[in-house]
């Protein structure tokens, strides 16, 4: 089968030296060699998530810390922010798991607002609420600063907050920012193979945790902690994820986090202004569009499936046709990861010759 | 850093040709694609579970679809069969979810006996028993035909059965023993690398589950049901797992199951007489040592940490030096996945070799 380069916001590209260390050969996961593999990345994680806290790798996809931050601390009644499909479903997986919730929804493509969260907070019937920082489904960022600030003023209620697609694009300081549980996907802008999901815990989330009975044992945040005092893990763990994470951390550490924040923001602007100059109109609202990638409002009536066709055939990569209830009416570009801005100019060089001989 | 071959119960050597296929390049998951992928595999996981239920893949380890069978299949009380370290677990992560469970337990190395079981049914207090058919911790391995026998006898009752370490080493038919939830996990007998766990469901289960509200979403098995019927998964999976399966099915299917299962009744019986000529014996009671691996009782009182060293050193190979509880009083010798029966009378040769030198 050929090698299609996948400009969809996730999985992304995987370089051959990512693939290399993933493909290494198996060691014990309770052997010393193990051991030392989680000890070496371990403070390296911590500096990625800018925290002292323990950092966790699960072995699933994002979904099962996002599960097991419902289980672990949600008792009373979990808030969850919803601004897409990601985001909305949130909200379901919160009843599946027998939890009271409520939905703060607004339109996709619109940005959750601090004072919207204040209101709701201000009841006293939440102790947690869920936000998707970087809602993939339609490449809205919400203003995560603003939004810490608000539950600064609610110390018992949890911060959940997904990163999943934009964790090392830009800088999110977990302690600082006093965020409870936040968590990243690793097939997004660390641009590692799906199938491992990296999260953080405060000490209030430990501590919260504590007092939930049947918060399981796969997502047991007080298991993660235990185990990793010792630098292992609950279960066994996907050892191939441990070391492509020791390769990606030492390429972004070379690179310099500021420089791959930087490297990131160049690539959305770039696509931006590509965006305006063709004529196309962005899908969120103006000043929330992510960083990671850019979900155009298909406003001149492309055929996106076409385009697609053309760029697979002639350029062997594709980018991403729309999410869901907006697939056509929107198409995604996503421009995270490893990628230059030099592969994305390209990248939208060949858009523009397809769409011409369209 | 060098390249230990491992002689452990898990995670065993991966072969080259499935390391390829494990690093081959990411495809988008929601894309045709990975449908083509998985429906190509699909009817091959049918045909080694020896079923016509739809199998699934977990992005996870075994662990998370034993908690996720304990929500999905129990309302009333679970009973857990406990004769080792997984085993006895099962019983905690029971209670972790919140259910009521009652132990079955045995001495470590001793078998489950179907009478045990039907005596506990009896009282009508159960709707579900889980049992690890191949305990890897004491490598003793459970009479499963003649359990499955008497779970005839109790129709309202699923059947959950952990073939972990045993399956594709032996043939175990999931419908004609009338199993409502069976799982696998990659890094044993398969071959595969860490990171993901095979499934099977009984319609009987299907139904179960459809009666329990807090069953979640990871791990729901009404929604891995739902998305395999269009070759998906319900979250984001390892992509890199569904790869090396196809080639690992393609081995299988290529050696023949039934040759499969001699070889590791071949490599088992090869591993037991060298056992007993040289006067060592079994830690698990006669007639129920595992096929997969062999758990040997120290009577002769070796250093097995000296003598891994050893095969470390010179045959860049290592054994397990026993689990838990019987660490050091007894080791473990991995016979299962990809070995030749010649591979395994080499490294039989290789460990008189190191403790006549030790």
């Known amino acids: 089968m050929s090698h299609i380069k996948l400009f969809i916001p996730g999985p992304v590209e995987v ?24 000890a070496d990345i371990h403070p390296k994680l911590q500096q990625i998530f800018y925290t ?5 790798v699960s072995t699933s996809s994002a979904w099962g810390v996002m599960e097991g931050s419902i289980r672990n601390l949600v008792s009373k009644k979990v808030l969850t922010c919803m601004s897409g499909a990601f985001s909305d479903k949130w909200f379901d997986v919160a ?55 608000v539950m600064r003023k609610f110390p018992d209620v949890q911060f959940i907050v997904d990163c999943v697609s934009s964790f090392t694009a830009m800088k999110i300081p977990f302690d600082e920012l006093g965020i409870d549980l ?8 660390l641009a590692l193979p799906s199938g491992a999901a990296l999260f953080t815990v405060s000490e209030k989330a430990f501590a919260k945790a504590a007092t939930l009975k049947d918060r399981g044992y796969y997502f047991d945040f007080l298991e993660f902690k235990k185990n990793q005092e010792s630098s292992m893990t609950p279960t066994t763990p996907s050892i ?3 070391y492509a994470l020791q390769s990606k951390l030492e390429d972004m550490l070379t690179e310099g986090l500021d420089a791959r924040y930087a490297r990131h923001m160049e690539n959305a602007k770039v696509t931006r202004a590509w965006v305006k100059d063709r004529g196309f109109a962005f899908f969120p609202k103006e000043g929330y569009e992510s960083v990671t ?6 406003n ?21 046709g729309g999410y ?35």
């Open 293 to 298: 990638l850019t979900c155009v409002a298909n």
């Open 15 to 38: 370089s051959e030296k990512t693939m290399r260390a993933f493909s290494r050969p198996m060691i014990g996961h309770r052997s010393k060699d193990f051991q030392a593999l989680y």
């Open 300 to 320: 001149r009536g492309i055929d996106v499936a076409k385009l697609n066709s053309a760029l697979k055939a002639k350029h062997s990569c594709v980018i991403d």
């Open 240 to 242: 191939s994820h441990f």
């Open 324 to 358: 869901g209830k907006i697939k056509g009416t929107s198409f995604r570009i996503s421009h995270m990861g490893d990628e230059s801005t030099e592969n994305i100019r390209q990248l939208l060089g060949w858009i523009d010759g397809c769409l011409a001989e369209a």
């Open 182 to 189: 936040m968590l990243a996907g690793t097939q997004k802008a």
């Open 52 to 56: 002292k806290q323990p950092v966790f």
């Open 95 to 149: 009843k599946k798991c027998g939890k009271s919730a409520e939905a703060l929804q607004v339109d996709w493509g619109q940005p959750i607002l601090p004072e919207a969260i204040e209101a709701k907070l201000a009841t006293g019937e939440f102790d947690a609420v869920t936000l998707i920082h970087n809602e993939t489904s339609t490449g809205t960022m919400n203003p995560l600063v603003d939004i810490a600030k």
